[in-house]
């Protein structure tokens, strides 16, 4: 058998244990979470963002259903998951719904079920996330953007301007 060195094992451990702890501190944190009071702003292409998240370190993109049909628990879900990583981390991510029938959409859609989420951090990967959309999911998922995306994968910290 192979023995796997702990220098190769060790980046793969960290990211397990960051994971795991933020998916337990979402899960059993003592904060309520508020409900949402805004309205997700509709885009038609990701280059908007561009100019719309352009102070944001990270940003979730809701793409509904293929008849439009959006529903509640996607968003309870999806802007629970923000406030627990804005407050967590200090940092600011912002929601958006990608437009049915836009060129991006049937893009995005093609590669995922829908309705799903893409999280996308400052340095551009994305991770798709579909199915059934809780919070902890989307929480792993926006995780999983960040372990990938090298270094400083949410731009500079809130205070470091």
Known sequence: MKRISLRKLLPWLIVA??????????????????????????????????TLAKDMNAVFVFLPGKDGVLGDSPFKAINNAKQSLETRFEIK?????????????????????????????????????????TEEKIVAGFLAAVASGGCCPLGEPSGSK
């Open 17 to 50: 244990a960051i994971v795991a702890f933020a998916v337990y501190r979402v899960k059993f944190s003592p904060m309520p979470v508020p409900a949402p009071t805004s309205v997700v702003p509709n885009i038609e292409a990701l280059s908007e963002l561009n």
């Open 93 to 133: 991510i912002g929601v958006f719904t990608l437009k049915p029938g836009s060129p991006d959409y049937e893009d995005i859609a093609a590669q995922m079920p829908v309705p799903g989420v893409v999280a996308v951090v400052k340095t551009g990967v994305k991770t798709r996330i579909s199915g059934d959309l």
